[in-house]
């Protein structure tokens, strides 16, 4: 039983860390805890782990052994309900602490002026295709326009994808060795829809990012626009009265952090 228990967890955790590695953020629940992001993803974890320990628990156990299944159930929910309210919890109280550590971290190793230089950021009138020679000897970050840079990647923040893949030559250990800041741009662009009897609707979206390549006084070095996946096509039939929005992908971090590189 310990070990039907055991490999239950461990099969919990790890649908949670591919959830996060992935960014599967699209599937998070709409709803907040208050306007709590941070206490919404833990009650959002809390009930993707249990469902995942109890689809395994019910693999391991099976339809002849419903006694000890049981068992396994019935600590499985209390392990879950006490660690999903507890985080909850502790994430609803002290969430702002948290932005404010991550912030002070993020502004101490890349200096308050990149991160500025790309949460403001402003597109208008920025050509989308420059592409002026960089530095041998420059160094950059990746920064969202606009976006919860101050927040940790599990949080929808800081793009930590992209900055992991910078190699060490390039990497930032220390703001006064900053050169150029990378400013991503995220764009939802509508290619398709379909409308339906009964009032149902179905809408496509592909998902571009444009990159913008700024020097610390902020002029544009280079910038290009990446094409997101077309989104599936909408089914054929909808339930009477509802919308389903079908959403691409956003291009690969690899072939982004290669024109970055320009590798």
């Not at 995942?52 to 628990?57: C, D, E, P």
């Not at 019935?74 to 948290?98: A, D, E, H, K, P």
């Not at 990446?226 to 909808?238: V, Y």
Request: hydrophobic content about 40%; charged content about 15%; glycine content about 8%.
């Amino acid at each position: 039983m310990l070990i039907r228990l055991f490999i239950c967890i461990i099969f919990a955790l790890v649908v949670c860390v591919i959830i996060t590695v992935t960014r599967s953020f699209q599937i998070f629940p709409v709803f907040q805890i208050g306007n709590n992001m941070y206490a919404s993803i833990a009650l959002y974890y809390g009930l993707i782990a249990y469902l995942a320990a109890m689809l395994m628990r019910a693999i391991l156990s099976g339809i002849q052994a419903e006694n000890e299944g049981g068992g396994i159930g019935r600590i499985l929910t209390g392990i879950f309900i006490v660690l999903t309210i507890l985080g909850t919890s502790i994430l609803y109280f002290f969430g702002s602490q948290l932005d404010e550590y991550y912030l002070s971290t993020i502004l101490n190793r890349y200096g308050e002026n990149s991160f500025v230089l790309c949460r403001d950021f402003n597109a208008n009138g920025r050509s989308t295709r420059a592409d002026n020679e960089m530095p041998s000897d420059f160094t950059l970050v990746f920064f969202w326009v606009g976006g919860n840079n101050d927040k940790p990647f599990w949080a929808g923040g800081f793009p930590e994808p992209y900055n992991s893949m910078i190699p060490p030559a390039r990497r930032v250990n220390n703001q006064s060795e900053l050169t150029h800041v990378a400013c991503l741009q995220t764009e939802r662009i509508r290619v398709g829809s379909a409308n339906y009897t009964r009032s149902a609707t179905c809408t496509e979206y592909r998902h571009d990012m444009t990159v913008y390549i700024l020097d610390l006084n902020g002029q544009v070095i280079r910038s290009r626009v990446f094409q997101g996946s077309q989104p599936s096509e909408c089914p054929e039939s909808l339930r009477a009265g509802s919308h389903v929005d079908i959403n691409g992908n956003l291009p690969r971090v690899e072939q982004i952090v290669e024109w970055v590189l320009d590798i």
